[in-house]
């Protein structure tokens, strides 16, 4: 397909993840037709200034209107929401439509996110669950993924989908995501915000028992990255024209580059706000479970076990250039606390 008749539109563009990727898109597809969903009104002459030709006013809940733009679509990316089902039961209605309208599968690239993989830990590493990490280059292991996990019931949708053979259904699962966002609008991660508001809640860092569980991690430019390997994969011929279609369970990647235990992290914030008098000490204390969840309902986010091996990625040459967490921490933290107004 040429790129002046490859319709794009995002989901979630004024995020995190969706910034950088509107301009590394951009970068890609410089004759494609951009079309995004914007909620903030003061937002829209931002993204008309960053190229996207046609802003959708509107929220995830404006169904209809997700629906109709989906319909006019070749490649959606949905960055906004893993969990809202009601939007991406609007999302594969309207590539439904376009796929009845064109006879060729839209794509749909969809960010899930690694919490589909975690545990029910209460802040303590389980060998059990890091022995038997979850490889995305093994069927097997993304099909036995509980259907009552966090994500998993708009993952199944998806699955769903392709297997019905409208689209062309392609899951990112990102663990946790680090460092700085270079899209138009500065814009927070989501794990190192829940435990700073540990932190202000608690009026000092604290983690969940001895903090040992564990998660993986990326730096949001190396998952830009491999969006931009995926996409092209994606559109390829060689996937497209394809004379058998791959499952749908071989399109689920997870995308990590290290590890870190959610005292270690804890203890990197601490330091962080510590040295700008936000907290007084940068001691962590070990609280239960119960005490983490009534300081913050997110808690739970911080204190469980998940592994997934991106395999995949790294066949398809994927190399992530940020591999110390640990060095961007101090930004990402300076950055929160603009957000909340603390300094």
């Given at each position: 397909?040429?790129?002046?008749?490859?319709?794009?539109?995002?989901?979630?563009?004024?995020?995190?993840?969706?910034?950088?990727?509107l301009r590394r898109l951009k970068k890609l597809f410089p004759d494609a037709h951009y079309s995004a969903l914007v909620r903030s009104e003061a937002h829209i002459p931002i993204f008309s200034a960053e190229g996207v030709q046609e802003i959708v006013h509107g929220s995830s809940a404006d169904t209809e209107k997700i629906r109709k733009a989906c319909s006019q679509a070749d490649l959606v990316f949905n960055i906004a929401d893993c969990d809202d089902v009601p939007m991406t039961v609007a999302v594969l209605a309207g590539l439904k439509e376009r796929?009845?309208?064109?006879g060729r599968r839209p794509v749909l690239i969809h960010t899930s996110g690694t919490g589909v993989i975690m545990d029910k830990a209460q802040g303590v590493l389980d060998p059990k669950v890091a022995a038997e990490a979850f490889d995305d280059a093994n069927e097997e292991d993304i099909k036995r993924i509980p259907p009552e996990n966090i994500h998993r019931n708009v993952d199944e949708l998806i699955f769903a989908a392709d297997a019905e053979g409208y689209i062309d259904g392609w899951i990112v699962a990102p663990p946790t995501i680090y460092g700085v966002s270079n899209g138009p609008l500065?814009?927070?991660?989501?794990?190192?915000?829940?435990i700073i508001a540990l932190a202000?809640?608690?009026?000092?860092?604290?983690?969940?028992?001895?903090?040992?569980?564990?998660w993986d991690n990326v730096h949001v430019q190396d998952l830009v990255d491999f969006y931009e390997l995926l996409v092209q994969k994606a559109l390829s011929p060689e996937t497209r024209n394809a004379a058998t279609?791959?499952?749908?369970?071989s399109k689920f990647y997870f995308c990590e580059s290290g590890q870190h235990s959610?005292?270690?992290?804890?203890?990197?914030?601490?330091?962080?706000?510590?040295?700008?008098?936000i907290v007084p000490t940068k001691e962590v204390t070990s609280v239960s479970y119960e005490e983490a969840v009534k300081a913050h309902p997110w808690a739970f986010a911080v204190m469980t076990?998940?592994?997934g091996k991106a395999t995949k990625a790294r066949q398809m040459g994927w190399v992530p250039?940020?591999?110390?967490?640990?060095?961007?921490?101090?930004?990402d933290v300076e950055r929160a606390l603009k957000t909340l107004g603390k300094i």
């Open positions: 397909m040429a790129q002046e008749s490859l319709n794009i539109f995002i989901l979630g563009v004024t995020g995190y993840i969706g910034g950088p990727l796929f009845e309208q064109t500065a814009r927070d991660s989501r794990q190192i915000p829940i202000l809640a608690a009026g000092k860092p604290i983690c969940a028992n001895d903090g040992s569980a564990t279609r791959p499952s749908p369970y959610w005292r270690e992290l804890t203890e990197a914030v601490a330091e962080a706000l510590y040295k700008r008098g076990n998940s592994f250039k940020h591999v110390n967490w640990r060095a961007d921490v101090d930004e």
